[in-house]
T-cell receptor, first 115, second 111 residues
Framework: DAGITQSPRHKVTETGTPVTLRCHQTENHRYMYWYRQDPGHGLRLIHYSYGVKDTDKGEVSDGYSVSRSKTEDFLLTLESATSSQTSVYFC??????????????FGEGSRLTVL | GDSVTQMEGPVTLSEEAFLTINCTYTATGYPSLFWYVQYPGEGLQLLLKATKADDKGSNKGFEATYRKETTSFHLEKGSVQVSDSAVYFCALKDNFNKFYFGSGTKLNVKP
């Protein structure tokens, strides 16, 4: 199994509070991603990173920010959580190397509830 | 932008029935195509992939062929088992290594 750890795995918070989710990898992969999974919407890309300090927006980036100061860590921050951000968040990694499988490896998910 | 559309579920089949889950895509470049599977309470895992037109991906009895002319990547299995019950996601990877997913199709297989 790919070495991806998400924390926390479960969190309940209140509207307006800041929340940070952490993704840690031990694979030294270049690309890291944050997705959210909601019923009827599948997985939607929030932000992704193609290297240290290099990030780009995904389909649903409003209300989220990210940071990647080290290869192994990718942080997702909700500056002021809203109920619409209640979701399951998945981190994923990919090596992006030419000739590899091009596969995404997923973490186990973080369930966030905003009351 | 790039996108993936897959058939809505749930799909309910009896054991040993034939499975087809339709997937079509829109892409500006030359994407790679994937099927991922998610078992209850778990993250997604790769089922199969195809990197160019006419490639056929296969794994665990599942198959899908990359059809550029119809922009499709339909998932098929000749004889499903109860253990195949899961949610299946079609996905594409663009030239910038971004992955886009369909909305998922839940498969229920009854004994």
């Amino acid at each position: 199994d790919a070495g991806i750890t998400q924390s926390p795995r479960h969190k309940v918070t209140e509207t307006g509070t800041p929340v940070t989710l952490r993704c840690h990898q031990t694979e030294n992969h270049r690309y890291m991603y944050w997705y959210r999974q909601d019923p009827g919407h599948g997985l939607r890309l929030i932000h992704y990173s193609y290297g240290v300090k290099d990030t780009d927006k995904g389909e649903v980036s409003d209300g989220y920010s990210v940071s990647r100061s080290k290869t192994e860590d990718f942080l997702l921050t909700l500056e002021s959580a809203t109920s619409s951000q209640t979701s399951v968040y998945f981190c994923a990694i990919s090596s992006g190397l030419a000739g590899d499988t091009g596969e995404l490896f997923f973490g186990e998910g973080s369930r966030l509830t905003v009351l | 932008g790039d996108s993936v559309t897959q058939m809505e579920g749930p799909v309910t089949l009896s054991e040993e029935a034939f499975l087809t889950i339709n997937c079509t895509y829109t892409a500006t470049g030359y994407p790679s195509l994937f099927w991922y599977v998610q078992y209850p309470g778990e993250g997604l895992q790769l089922l199969l992939k195809a990197t160019k037109a006419d490639d056929k991906g296969s794994n665990k009895g599942f198959e899908a062929t990359y059809r550029k002319e119809t922009t499709s990547f339909h998932l098929e299995k000749g004889s499903v088992q109860v253990s195949d019950s899961a949610v299946y996601f079609c996905a594409l990877k663009d030239n910038f290594n971004k992955f886009y997913f369909g909305s998922g199709t839940k498969l229920n297989v009854k004994p």
